[in-house]
């Protein structure tokens, strides 16, 4: 469906998992995947999931170089705004390998918290 996705997470975060060698957020124990987006729907996810939040980087993940299983799937809940219930998203069915993030981008709200432009992905 793409040629890249996303995957929003702290700046600390990503930088435990270069210390570690992996990247295993608390939804994969949870979940059962991590979440990820296309382009399109990342200032949805932002504003649903992150709105306030700062210090956090956009993930830009190869598909192509995944370890993990990647499914297109209907949005968990609740869904990110503006997102319809029959749009599907990525999901990664295990740990997230380093050598599929191609690069990282950060991604920080306006002063009012909300997030309002995609950075250059």
């Known amino acids: ?4 996705i996303l995957h929003i997470t702290t700046t ?4 435990d998992a270069q210390e570690t060698g992996r990247y295993e957020p608390e939804t994969l124990s949870t979940e059962g995947f991590i979440h990820c987006s296309a382009a ?3 200032l949805g996810v932002a504003n649903t999931f992150y709105r306030n939040q700062r210090g956090l980087i956009l993930l830009v993940i190869d598909p192509a170089r995944l370890t993990c299983k990647m499914e297109w799937e209907p949005p968990a ?3 990110p705004a503006g997102v319809s219930p029959e749009e599907r998203f990525p999901h ?5 390998n380093l050598a599929a ?3 990282t981008v950060g991604i920080e709200p306006d002063a ?4 309002r432009k995609v950075p250059d992905v």
């Open 12 to 15: 600390a975060a990503w930088q």
């Open 77 to 79: 809940e609740p869904h």
């Open 112 to 115: 009012d918290g909300e997030f």
């Open 40 to 42: 399109s729907q990342i």
């Open 101 to 103: 993030v191609v690069r």
């Open 92 to 96: 990664l069915y295990g740990p997230l």
């Open 1 to 4: 469906m793409t040629d890249q």
